[in-house]
């Protein structure tokens, strides 16, 4: 027998989209300080050359630092740090020190100012090459110039049993993959 199909609001519409893997942006203001930016809105857009894009706020205090530094780190947290993570997602970088208030520890960057975030198991170093109205958000798009990730987690792809993705749920919940349902096609 065929489901019912129930009509939603756009106002909580959006959440169809959730869970989404969520990710930790890191950009500077013109001094060099660092701010941190929890995002569930990320996404690839290209293999060659590597871009990736991110929708940001017009509000966000990132959302400035970003437009004008041209740069950012995607960083990739997991279960470990759900609770810096949510933090840095509601508190903004005009009124709190995020590295500062979570204990987060930055770590410089190769190739941009933006510096990389210790306790995530792996980072993506952005110029922005493009960037378009959405609404209200800009989605900047950035060239990859830099990738790395943790030893032992990754072999062309992640180990699902090791990572414990954070998963955006909707307000402040969050799910991640269970092992036990995992099954991987390949070995690391
Ligand atoms: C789990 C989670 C996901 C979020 N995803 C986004 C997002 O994709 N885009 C966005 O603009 N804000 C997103 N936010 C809200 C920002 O992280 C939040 O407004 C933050 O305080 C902005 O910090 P800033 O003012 O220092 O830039 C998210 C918040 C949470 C908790």
């Known amino acids: 027998m065929l489901v019912e199909k129930v009509e939603l609001e756009s106002k909580s519409a959006w959440l169809l989209m959730h869970p989404r893997h969520t990710v930790l942006v890191t950009c500077v203001d013109g001094e060099g300080k660092p701010n941190i930016i929890t995002l569930a809105w990320s996404m690839v857009t290209s293999f060659n050359p590597f871009m990736v894009a991110i929708s940001v706020g017009f509000g966000r205090y990132s959302h400035d630092l970003i437009?004008?530094?041209?740069?950012?780190?995607?960083?990739?947290?997991?279960?470990?740090?759900?609770?810096?993570?949510?933090?840095?997602?509601?508190?903004?970088?005009?009124?709190?020190?995020?590295?500062?208030?979570?204990?987060?520890?930055?770590?410089?960057?190769?190739?941009v100012k933006p510096p990389l975030i210790a306790e995530c198991i792996a980072h993506l170093e952005c110029k922005v090459v493009n960037e378009m109205t959405t609404g209200d958000h800009t989605l900047f798009v950035g060239q990859v110039v830099s990738a790395t990730v943790n030893e032992g987690i990754f072999d062309l792809g992640f180990d699902p049993g090791k990572i414990r993705p954070i998963l955006h749920n909707g307000g402040d919940d969050f799910v991640t993959i269970d092992p036990n349902v995992v099954t991987p096609s390949r070995k690391l």
Not at 86 to 107: H, I, M, V, Y
């Open 67 to 111: 437009k004008t530094g041209r740069e950012f780190v995607v960083n990739v947290p997991n279960m470990d740090i759900v609770g810096e993570t949510l933090f840095c997602g509601r508190n903004s970088g005009r009124d709190a020190d995020k590295f500062a208030e979570t204990g987060l520890t930055p770590l410089a960057a190769k190739h």
